[in-house]
């Protein structure tokens, strides 16, 4: 059975660090707890779990107090996870069994990420992390904030064990003010710091600041592809807050430069037609959005949504607009298999299955198409 280190960085996090060291204190054979200054009762806390903890000067630099923490573990293998993460019972179990039978040892495993929840607590959106490593191997974070563990080599072992993020608070104004600070001592902003730059700017609604860095950002050559379709999403966001449609689709469609078309880019691309009231375009980029499949191994954030009710719900609209009921409502059943529960999609059956062969139910029928688009894929 192989062991595990867990190694934690963490800074006033009271109110969150009990609820995620009892999803995972009994499944580790040691603690590691690196404080950067915490004046609450963080320390505390964490005492109640492990002696392991270390005060280390904050540097603004997130990559630096990580790689403190995987030095002092000393267990086979070394796991890293955030205050306010979680390991729900599914997945402590079957994280408890991987360790118990895994078989071989990989140099790194990599988990779904779960960033994003929606009313009924189910992932939203989500992405994949390397979570655990081989402390022989000497991996090393990379990046003072936005910081990534660099994996070159090595075998990796793809589960879906998840780890769910439920985030505390706005790290915006932090996160640009180390960025400053990184560039004041001779950092330069350029590849992923710069894609980082550009999302924070995003963030903090400074459009136009924002989308001229990602424009920036697709100059440079060299990219992870990820990240180069994310900027295509989030600089298609940009250029609809500042009213520039067509450069918006523009930038939508020059994310199939990188990959196969993705689930929620069709379904923005989509999202511009209905703006238009073309609903025959809508209406084949929603289907597109069905028909697409992940790439293996892909790291970037997927919206759960896009790949799964989403698309259901926008035909149903869009076919309510061309009066043809019989197919909104097949799809209104779909996007229902999803969410059982949601009043929407229910009121929308009732309506449906009422007013066919009677009229048109366009009026009738609940929520709006580009809102509910606009909010699944922002």
Not at 169 to 192: C, F, P, V, Y
Not at 282 to 288: L, N, Q, S, V
Request: net charge negative.
């Amino acid at each position: 059975m192989i062991t595990i280190s867990l190694c934690m960085i963490v800074k006033n996090e009271e109110n969150v660090l009990r609820r995620c060291m009892d999803s995972v204190h009994d499944l580790v054979d040691e603690i590691i707890i690196v404080d950067t200054g915490s004046s609450d009762r963080t320390k505390e806390i964490a005492a109640e779990y492990t002696s392991r903890i270390f005060d280390l000067e904050w540097t603004d630099d997130f990559a630096a107090a990580r790689n403190y923490a995987f030095e002092q573990a000393a267990m086979q293998y070394i796991m890293w996870l955030d205050a306010d993460d979680v390991l729900h019972e599914q997945d402590r179990i079957k994280f408890a069994q991987l360790k118990q039978t895994l078989s071989w040892e990989p140099d790194a495993m990599m988990c779904n990420y779960h960033l994003a929840f929606d009313e009924h607590g189910n992932a939203a959106a989500t992405s994949r992390r390397y979570r655990l490593v081989k402390r022989s191997q000497g991996y090393r974070w990379r990046n003072p904030v936005h910081e990534y563990l660099d994996i070159t080599g090595g075998k990796v072992l793809q589960t879906d064990i998840a780890v769910s993020h439920y985030r505390e608070g706005d790290h915006t104004a932090r996160n640009i003010s180390i960025l400053q600070k990184w560039m004041e001592n001779g950092g330069k902003l350029e590849g992923r710091m710069l894609f980082f730059y550009a999302n924070e700017l995003l963030d903090q609604r400074q459009y136009r600041e924002a989308a001229e860095c990602y424009e920036d950002y697709f100059r440079e050559s060299v990219a992870y592809r990820e990240d180069r379709i994310a900027a295509c999403s989030k600089l298609a966001e940009c250029y609809h807050h500042l009213g520039q449609k067509e450069k918006k689709l523009d930038r939508l469609i020059k994310s199939f430069h990188y990959d196969v078309p993705h689930a929620d880019i069709c379904c923005s691309i989509a999202g511009c037609f209905e703006e238009r009231e073309e609903w025959a375009l809508a209406i084949y980029w929603y289907e597109r959005a069905l028909e697409s499949r992940l790439p293996e191994g892909y790291m970037g954030v997927v919206n759960l949504a896009c790949f799964t009710w989403l698309p259901h719900f926008q035909l149903c609209l869009c076919y309510a607009r061309l009066g043809q009921l019989q197919q909104a409502l097949e799809h209104n059943g779909h996007a229902l298999s999803y969410l059982p529960e949601d009043a929407n999609l229910l009121e929308n059956k009732r309506r449906l299955e009422q007013a066919l062969g009677i009229g048109s139910v366009i009026e009738s029928l609940e929520g709006s198409g580009n809102g509910h688009c606009d909010e699944a894929n922002h």
